[in-house]
């Protein structure tokens, strides 16, 4: 096990050293004096996380949109999921609307929000949660129609009753992709996050942007960038993790 | 890990696949029947409350349409919407020919697979729009910034479907290709090309998706020119009705390159179950 | 001639570093020009290996495998395969699909077709050249993939279980029409079974595997009249040459754990 992994590691490494000799090389071709080198990003990236206060400061902030929101979402998302799956007229209903939003950008309609709810922390929640919702409802729809209905049959003949049903049957077979759900949806909310914090550049890490960008410190414009890009891979990561332990048997229908 | 992510992405989306799609019109129309009224439901009822409540930000549904009408008419959507279609063509294009190749090149060879795919899948979960600062820095406020998005967006998707496709091509048809004498190159023209379709054409419609989606972020962020600047533009004048009518433009946009994607598809793929 | 000398194939440990499987073990046997010889043997007993290794798909680690004193060292014109799930290209209707191998080699469209249509219609086949193999069932899409091997006009023949996929109806079918096809012009073929039955009815000879790993434990001669009668199976010689394999294979069965 040990020798493949080195095997596989030597041409991944292999790319990321062709891949920072283009960005060098590009470096010194450009006309941009302001783009900083690998090492300027590092050494950027390691000032950030250990000697920046304000970078601790503005990821707390920018965060709470995402965990409010992302919560949010998944307390209505789920529920909603369930019940548009069991009540065939509901879900027959909802389906053009569901089809609409997933191919909808949210993006053009943030101006919308801004009016109605401001630049507070329930606009950029809103917009969290609009961004997130309907990745979330449909995955968890499909993972309840996925349950061969003759699960159910089974059950009933039993005589199971509905509550029964969903604990036993439902919730259980549909749980992969829920999580798969719950995982797209966990990127579209720090997508949105992102989209709030670059748009709206209240308080958070857009500001901070913002001000690095005004200082023409491109290095920490890209650091930040960089950390934002580790937090959501690590989210997303123990999200794929958590996804994997509660259900190895994944299917391996998800939407999004 | 990785290879339960792209698998997944190999799923069409059968929500967008119903849009776009009618085999004969009556039988469509009768067979939506229930979707279509839902959706004139919901037309009704956003009327209804934009009259009534009275707010700035829920006009009613027929005022966006008529801003929607406006634009379509006047040629103030016309320019707007040529340089946002033509930053979507170029980028689409670009990640196109890199996705393509990228994906054939990691679906066939092992090696090329083990080399990028840690890369590919990171680039794939992460928040595309999480580039745009840095393609600002680099590019400016220029079209390139615009493309460079667009590019980061759809690219990946379909590199993961065209690996995936060429990947999973039945090695028997591969065996029986080489039975009969074939090189390399014409298994690869004659078996893997044609059995990998289906698949590299759900990548490419998933990719279009996502390239709309990557126009329209990037221009909200990036906005000088384009649908996103109009529609910060608006924004800040607070008409709704115009920006709705705009997030309308985008979505017919997403909804027509989805079906014109899929019609070529079903001419391509014609003997797939 | 198709001649086998002490052939060995072990398949290595690839990616699960775990010990690696003896696949066939000294076979030795030949197939004489236009004898049509059956193989049989438990499952796992590496009959498809054997054969694939004779098609020049997979290589082999001792031994000579030779056609004509010439090594095999990969596919060649003298050989062609008919696979048990058919193989066949799904984009393509039946006509491209039996000029498949005359494509791949050169030939111009005008000459593949002809042939193509010609083998159609031996196949009987005749007016299904456009249509896709989705729309043929089981036996008609063998049907194609033997056209297809029969295009390129080998010598030999390799089929491995090919009418495996088929209920037991299609199966007698295509097994008389194979027999009406070789009685026409006398191919050398290697055929693969795990139906006693076929084994008997089809060949001049049966080979006889033992379980893996594989080696060739006998050859029994077919001594029943060609071309074989309609009733041939209800003959005395018929049942008693099946039992005698039956009780061979049952008993190599049961010693397995």
């Not at chain 2, 339960?4 to 967008?16: D, G, I, N, R, Y």
């Not at chain 3, 073929?189 to 049966?206: K, N, W």
């Amino acid at each position: 096990m040990n020798k493949h992994a080195l095997r596989d590691w030597g041409p991944r490494l292999a790319v990321l050293a062709v891949a920072v000799a283009l960005w060098e090389y590009f470096l010194s071709r450009s006309q941009n004096f302001l783009l900083p080198t690998f090492s300027h990003i590092a050494t950027g990236l390691f000032h950030l996380i250990f000697f920046e206060p304000r970078f601790w400061e503005a990821l707390y902030i920018s965060n709470q949109a995402l965990i409010f929101g992302y919560a949010t979402a998944v307390m209505i998302g789920v529920p909603l999921g369930l019940i548009a799956a069991r009540l065939p007229w509901m879900d027959r209903f909802l389906n053009p609307y569901f089809a609409v939003l997933l191919v909808m950008p949210v993006a053009p309609l943030i101006p919308i929000v801004i009016i109605a709810l401001g630049l507070g922390l329930a606009a950029r929640v809103f917009i969290v949660v609009s961004f997130a919702l309907v990745f979330i409802t449909i995955n968890t729809r499909a993972g309840v129609r996925s349950i061969e209905p003759t699960l159910i049959e089974m059950a009933k003949s039993f005589g199971a009753k509905e509550t029964q049903i969903w604990r036993r049957i439902i919730v259980p077979g549909a749980l992969p992709a829920i999580f798969a759900g719950l995982r797209i949806g966990l990127g579209r909310a720090i997508t949105g996050m992102v989209m709030v914090e670059l748009l709206l550049v209240a308080s958070g890490l857009g500001r901070l942007l913002l001000e690095f960008s005004g200082r023409m410190q491109s290095d920490m414009v890209f650091a930040t960038v960089l950390a934002v890009i580790i937090e959501a891979l690590a989210l997303l990561s123990a999200m794929q993790f958590l996804e994997r332990k509660i259900a190895p048997w994944a299917p391996n229908i998800s939407i999004g | 890990m990785k290879s339960v992510t792209a698998s997944e992405t190999v799923v069409k989306t059968t929500a967008a696949r119903n849009i776009g799609s009618s085999p004969g019109l009556q039988r469509s129309v009768r067979h939506y029947a229930l979707e279509v009224f839902a959706l004139l439901a919901g037309a009704v009822i956003w009327e209804s409350l934009g009259w009534s409540l009275g707010l700035q930000w829920l006009p009613p549904f027929s005022q966006v349409l008529v801003a929607l009408v406006q634009f379509l008419a006047s040629g103030l959507i016309l320019s707007n919407l040529q340089s946002s279609l033509l930053s979507l063509i170029v980028g689409f294009a670009l990640s196109l020919v890199f996705g393509l190749f990228l994906g054939a090149l990691m679906g066939r060879y092992r090696v090329v697979e083990k080399a990028f795919d840690v890369y590919v899948h990171a680039l794939f979960v992460c928040p595309s729009i999480l580039f745009a600062p840095i393609f600002f820095a680099i590019f400016g406020l220029s079209d390139a910034s615009r493309i460079a998005i667009i590019f980061v967006y759809s690219t990946f998707v379909i590199v993961i479907n065209t690996a995936t496709a060429i990947r999973t091509v039945e090695p028997s048809l591969v065996e029986m290709a080489y039975s009969f004498g074939c090189r390399e190159h014409q298994i690869f023209t004659r078996i893997l090309l044609p059995a990998s379709l289906p698949l590299v054409f759900a990548g490419i419609r998933l990719g279009m998706g996502r390239a709309v989606k990557g126009m329209i972020n990037g221009e909200m962020l990036i906005a000088f020119v384009g649908l996103g600047a109009l529609a910060q533009k608006y924004g800040a004048q607070f008409d709704a009705a115009k920006v709705f009518a705009i997030a309308m433009v985008v979505l017919i946009i997403g909804l027509v390159s989805n079906a014109f994607v899929q019609a070529l598809e079903s001419r391509l793929t014609r003997w797939a179950d | 001639m198709i001649r086998v000398k002490n052939l060995t194939k072990e398949f290595g440990s690839m990616d699960n570093g775990g010990g690696s499987v003896l696949a066939l073990s000294s076979i030795d046997f030949e197939v004489r020009d236009n004898e049509f010889v059956t193989v049989i043997g438990p499952s796992g007993c590496g009959k498809t290996t054997l054969l694939r290794i004779i098609a020049g798909l997979i290589s082999y680690q001792h031994g000579e495998v030779s056609i004509d004193s010439h090594p095999v060292v990969g596919p060649g014109p003298e050989r062609a395969v008919v696979f048990q799930n058919f193989a066949l290209l799904p984009w393509t209707d039946v006509l491209g699909n039996v000029t498949f191998g005359l494509d791949v080699r050169g030939a111009t469209k005008n000459d593949s077709q002809a042939k193509a249509k010609e083998l159609i219609k031996l196949v009987g086949l005749e007016g299904f050249e456009r249509r896709l193999p989705k729309e043929l069932s089981g036996g008609m899409q063998q049907r194609v993939g033997l056209a297809r091997a029969l295009a390129v006009n080998p010598r030999i023949l390799l089929m491995d279980e090919p009418f495996g996929a088929l209920d037991e109806q299609t199966r007698r079918l295509l097994q008389e029409q194979l027999l009406q096809l070789w009685e026409r012009e006398r191919k050398t073929v290697v055929f693969i079974t795990h139906s006693m039955e076929e084994a008997v009815m089809l060949g001049d000879r049966v080979m006889l595997m033992t379980p893996r790993p594989g080696k060739v434990k006998e050859m029994i001669d077919i001594p029943l009249k060609r071309p074989r009668p309609p009733d041939i199976e209800k003959s005395a010689a018929f049942i008693e040459i099946k039992e005698y394999l039956w009780e061979n294979l049952r008993a190599m069965q049961t010693d397995q754990p």
